[in-house]
């Protein structure tokens, strides 16, 4: 039995649905109880409410997807927060149902109120147990949450629903396929306005289904990654086999600033997604998208670290083989290629972190 806090709280959330309204302003509301708060939609969707900013539903008629979407990993990216907490509010209020099971994450609340990329630490550098490696600030927000996140993740794949309800459609089907779109917008902007960052896959081979769905989402740049890393969506891809991806959607704006007709194709195409309409995406071209494979990841060392071009250089910006990228004492980092193009260049990292990504294009075999 719930407390009547909690029992009003419910009531709230199905008629309004402001989940990550209150997710933010009283996060205490979804830790008073010790146990998630759990509770039935008049369309039969079972509502799990992991922690604060994480949320988790089964729909009565599921079919074979367990879908995540993560938005927020960086508090002020904006434009996907809102678009996932427009679906959240959309499903508790039973404006539309689910085709699958969906887990909602809202990365890190604190940093949406400081409208801040981030607190303490970057979360999206903290999964795959970095969160717990001596080099980050174990006192910071972001490791916490970080090993929160892990476990909701785990939790939703892999385990039952719900330890309280345990109607049939609560147990994950053992031919479920995973998904994991982590949504983010950039910085600086980009010569190529959306576009995903494919895991390292350890060899596995790249879905070309899953270009041509972020090809319906808007998505034509692809950036193939080669070494493991400590990503949200890297977590998801190598720890549980899932579709997935960190999905950049244009260029970051403070919330109510985004123009949201730059993002109609991907809400209508995740919208679809979750609800298990039919898709209607072209068969795979490798002539529809750029395909790049990383070439270098240039870290920094030194706190005399510049870049040799402008600030605002746009991501996907390319130089000929032989320009300097970077200086620091005792390196220099050049092009190795003609084209090679430059993304995520920033200078201000921590010691030993990454301060520019170069790319080079290729295609899928
Ligand atoms: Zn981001």
């Not at 927020?72 to 039973?94: F, K, M, R, S």
């Not at 330890?163 to 982590?182: C, F, G, M």
């Amino acid at each position: 039995m719930y407390t009547s806090q909690t029992n009003q709280l419910i009531d709230q959330l199905a008629s309004e649905g402001q989940f990550l309204l209150l997710s933010r302003r009283s996060s205490e509301l979804f830790t008073a109880e010790k146990d998630p708060v759990e509770f039935t939609l008049s369309n039969g969707t079972l509502v799990h409410i992991v922690a604060p900013g994480i949320i988790a539903f089964t729909p009565e008629e599921k079919g074979n997807k367990a879908i995540i979407l993560s938005s927020g990993i960086h508090g002020n990216e904006t434009a996907p927060i809102e678009i996932c907490d427009q679906y959240v509010v959309d499903i508790l209020t039973c404006k539309i149902t689910l085709g699958h099971r969906v887990l909602f994450i809202f990365g890190n609340l604190p940093a949406m109120d400081k409208a801040t990329r981030f607190v303490d630490e970057n979360l999206n550098r903290l999964f795959s147990q970095a969160h717990s490696s001596a080099s980050v600030n174990q006192n910071a927000y972001e490791c916490a949450r970080a090993k929160e996140l892990e476990e909701a993740v785990e939790q939703f794949y892999n385990a039952p629903l719900s330890n309280k309800i345990q109607p049939a459609n609560a147990t994950p089907q053992d031919d479920e396929t995973r998904y994991h779109y982590d949504l983010h917008t950039a910085i600086r902007p980009s010569k190529n306005e959306k576009f995903a960052v494919y895991p390292y896959l350890h060899g596995e081979s790249h879905s070309k289904e899953q270009l041509s769905f972020l090809l319906a989402c808007g998505v034509d740049t692809f950036l193939l990654s080669g070494s493991s890393t400590t990503t949200f969506s890297y977590f998801s891809s190598r720890q549980f086999n899932a579709h997935a991806f960190t999905v950049e959607l244009g260029k970051v704006q403070p919330f109510g600033q985004n123009d949201m007709s730059r993002f109609t194709a991907v809400n209508t195409t995740l919208r679809q997604f979750i609800c298990g309409e039919p898709l209607i995406s072209k068969p795979y071209n490798n002539d529809d998208m750029l395909i790049y494979r990383v070439n270098q990841v240039i870290n920094k060392h030194s706190d005399d670290f510049v870049l040799d071009f402008s600030d605002d250089l746009p991501n996907f910006s390319t130089f000929e083989k032989g320009a300097l990228l970077a200086h620091e004492t005792g390196a220099e980092y050049r092009a190795q290629y003609d084209g090679e193009a430059v993304v995520f260049p920033n200078a201000n990292v921590a010691l030993g972190q990454r301060a520019i990504l170069t790319v080079v294009p290729t295609t899928l075999d």
